[in-house]
């Protein structure tokens, strides 16, 4: 009865530190993933990020399931080899040498296991990755009839991924027939000794059945330590991958001062350079961690570009794409650090400034919207806990009150998964009335209209330039209406500043500016000519 309680306990007690354990790890991996800056983020999919925060973390401490029973082998082989010992240190040595051969074939079994159980972790984050990208990008596959190719692509991931779990279950294979056979080994070599003793009259046969009998009661056990270091190749192979997670360097330097609490605020950009480092993971996955990465090219993005934002204005930050306008916001906003060049607010440079207090002063509106799986007021509010008159309002600048009163529940409506049931520009409305809400000190618009229509945009922007008098305004834009709109223009191209003023004086001066600001004029002007040619031709 004792010995199936303890035998009870120790299961339940063994599941649940090792289901702890994972728990901790993926809030650990998550906090870390959370801490880590964007260029971080670059390098690494999101299929293989969600591998690390689940399957890495489990094979890392599914070690934990024979791990007790292996630890209670251990106190009863103390026990049992001191009693051979007593019986007969001779016959106890032969019968204690199967242990150095369990350690010799598991060596050869990691040496031969750890790679392929590398690769294995790999393929599973490189399905993972595939799943997720043809599930992220529904609407491209439907709408272009990619289903067979993706389907065709996730084959071709998934069938690696089965022949490399069958390489390791063939290794396996060999290993484990190898562990069961060694403590049997171990007890016919001690009755074979046993019995040569005995006929020589140098032991009694009590002494040989004895210690079988002892070898017989530890064999099971034995096996347990097998089953530890079965499981020990593909635990290093996930703890390996988990912790270069953890320990993955380029996190965000805080300082302690404070910024003020309201106003608006000033921001300076001094010589920034950028560049975005390629990194490619190994073809030839061997003993290293699947995640180790390989320094590639690094490709520039800003080069030498000094930008000064004045407190209250509105800056319109204009040029082609490709010429890092987002790049640069990025950096403003401080979602990544320039590599070279300093960045301030209101005087400060940002890495002296609090954890928070950035993201405090400074709201960013990026060029792709994300919604999250709940009511419009969760994905204005977003935990802040505000008021229905303060969501209103933050809706009402935005110009989405109106559409948002016509839906089903109003702000209580659920818009699904990202947004799911609202048009591209509705989404881009609610993610405006997220970023007034929060009443910033800097608002930063990436293109954040480029779905609106163009009259409900000029109605936005004004509404944002009536009500943010107390903010500095960045946008980036292309549309001629929109870029009239500020105090000053600054046209970016090739990753650096061209030109600043305002916009009389740019279309005197810049060719490229007046190129692109003029472009769609140019476009609709042309196609009025076409069609009036038609016209009278027909006529």
């Known amino acids: 009865m004792a010995n199936a309680l303890g035998v009870i306990l120790r299961r339940v007690w063994a599941v649940k530190a090792g289901f702890n354990l994972q728990a901790s790890y993926r809030r650990r991996v998550t906090r870390q993933y959370l801490r880590l800056p964007l260029t971080w983020h670059h390098r690494h999919p999101s299929g293989q990020l969600l591998s690390n925060a689940h399957a890495d973390i489990e094979a890392t401490w599914m070690v934990f399931n024979p791990l007790p029973m292996a630890i ?169 991958r988990v912790s270069s997670v953890l320990q993955a360097q380029g996190s965000m330097e805080y300082g302690d001062v404070a910024l003020a609490a309201s106003g608006p605020a000033r921001s300076e950009s001094r010589n920034i350079e950028f560049g975005y480092q390629e990194y490619a993971a190994p073809e030839e996955l061997g003993s290293r961690a699947a995640t180790a990465e390989e320094p590639g090219d690094v490709v520039p993005a800003i080069r030498g570009v000094h930008l000064d934002i004045p407190a209250g204005s509105t800056t319109a930050l204009v040029g082609p794409t490709g010429s890092g306008k987002s790049t640069l ?118 293109d954040a209209t480029s779905a609106v229509d163009p009259k409900i945009e000029q109605d936005i922007l004004a509404s944002l330039r009536d009500s943010a008098s107390g903010t500095t305004v960045l946008v980036i834009a292309y549309r001629m209406a929109t870029v009239r709109l500020a105090d000053r223009i600054v046209y970016m191209e090739d990753g650096a500043i061209q030109d600043e003023g305002s916009h009389e004086e740019l279309m005197g001066r810049c060719t490229g500016y007046a190129d692109l600001v003029s472009a769609y004029a140019r476009e609709a002007a042309a196609r009025a000519a076409i069609a009036a040619d038609e016209e009278e031709s027909h006529g």
């Open 329 to 446: 916001s990025n950096i403003v906003v401080r979602l990544v650090d320039p590599d070279a060049g300093v960045v301030s607010l209101d005087g400060l440079d940002l890495r002296s400034i609090e954890q928070g207090g950035v993201t405090d002063a400074v709201a960013l509106v990026a060029q792709q919207t994300f919604m999250f799986d709940g009511t419009v007021r969760d994905n204005v509010d977003l935990g802040l806990g505000m008021s229905d008159d303060e969501v209103s309002r933050a809706l009402a600048i935005a110009h989405a009150d109106e559409f948002v009163e016509q839906l089903p529940d109003g702000m209580d409506t659920e818009i699904g998964e990202r947004g799911g049931s609202l048009s591209g520009g509705q989404r881009q409305r609610v993610a405006l009335a997220r970023a007034v809400a929060r009443s910033p000190r800097m608002l930063v618009l990436d």
């Open 72 to 240: 209670g082998v251990i106190f009863m082989l103390a026990i049992a080899g001191t009693q051979m010992f007593f019986v007969d240190p001779t016959l106890a040595l032969i019968g204690l040498l199967v242990f150095p051969l369990l350690f010799a074939a598991n060596l050869v079994f990691q040496r031969y296991m750890s790679p392929r159980v590398t690769a294995a972790q790999q393929l599973r984050a490189q399905v993972s990755e595939v799943a997720h990208e043809s599930f992220e990008a529904g609407l491209v596959v439907k709408a272009l009839g990619r289903e067979r190719e993706e389907s065709a692509r996730f084959d071709a991931a998934t069938y690696a991924l089965r022949d490399s779990m069958i390489r390791v279950g063939r290794t396996r294979g060999v290993f484990e027939p190898v562990i069961e056979a060694i403590p049997t080994l171990g007890t016919l070599a001690v009755l074979g000794v046993g019995t040569a003793r005995v006929a020589n009259g140098d032991l009694v046969a009590a002494d040989v059945v004895e210690i079988a009998y002892l070898f017989s009661i530890l064999a099971f056990p034995v096996r347990a330590l097998g089953w530890v270091l079965a499981e020990l190749p593909r635990t290093v192979v996930g703890h390996r």
